[in-house]
């Protein structure tokens, strides 16, 4: 079967570092994307892994290992506006279709 | 520059209504297009994919279809509307080569009463 996890809530403080994991279990693996989603809105592309190791773009990062089926987004010097849901999706071989986690909600307090 | 467009915005129907959502992509060609749904308080579903005109992959068994009469749009229907069909429903589109990452449009909100 195919199966993303990830938690299902986070908070954190302004300012702060943040990390969000999320585990994957799929059957065959061609890239891992995380997106970002606020309330009433369409998600929006943040990163893409498909190699073992870190990609950093700004205050955002993320990791991917693939022999422990395992990623992490790490939001750095944390803003109010980084409250949203933040979706892990992985892609398969021969395919172009994602398949999504439930997300993670990140609350972010003054 | 690409930009994906969904209407209408919100759609309040009743029970056994039918359905059209459209969805269309400006600035590329031969996309993959999508169709999610996003329940209250869970993930993204995948409903329907294309590679191409005329070309449909349905992905989950239920009383939603999906046509693509051109390039660049897709549309999604139900000829009665269920209770359980209220979400958030998304259009996506990727391109061929790179990341191919997805690119989503505004959402249609759908309340079913």
């Known amino acids: 079967g195919q199966n993303i996890d990830q938690p299902t809530e986070m908070t954190a403080t302004e300012g702060a570092i943040v990390q969000i994991n999320c585990t994957y279990q799929?059957?065959?693996?061609?890239?891992l994307f995380w997106y970002q989603q606020h309330a009433g809105e369409a998600p929006t592309f943040l990163s893409y892994?498909?190699?073992?190791g870190l990609e950093e773009k700004g205050r955002f990062s993320s990791f991917l290992s693939r022999s422990k089926g395992y990623s992490y987004l790490l939001l750095k010097e944390l803003q109010m506006k980084d409250s949203a849901s933040y979706l892990c999706?992985?892609?398969?071989?021969?395919?172009?279709?994602?398949?999504f986690g439930t997300g993670t909600r990140l609350q972010v307090f003054p | 520059s690409q930009t994906i467009h969904q209407w209408p915005a919100t759609l309040v129907q009743p029970v056994g209504s039918p359905l059209s959502l459209e969805c269309t992509v400006e600035g590329t060609s031969n996309p993959n297009l999508y169709w999610y749904r996003q329940a209250a308080g869970r993930g993204l579903q995948l409903l329907f994919y294309?590679?191409?005109?005329?070309?449909i992959s349905s992905e989950v068994p239920q009383n939603l279809s999906a046509s693509r009469p051109q390039d660049r749009q897709f549309i999604l229907s139900s000829k009665k509307l269920l209770l359980s069909d209220s979400g958030f429903y998304l259009c996506?589109?990727?391109?061929?080569?790179?990341?191919?990452?997805?690119?989503f449009g505004p959402g249609t909100r759908l309340t079913v009463l």
């Open positions: 294309s590679v191409g005109i005329g070309q």
């Open positions: 999706a992985v892609r398969g071989l021969s395919t172009d279709k994602l398949i």
């Open positions: 892994n498909v190699l073992d």
């Open positions: 799929t059957s065959g693996f061609n890239g």
């Open positions: 996506a589109w990727s391109g061929a080569g790179g990341t191919n990452e997805q690119f």
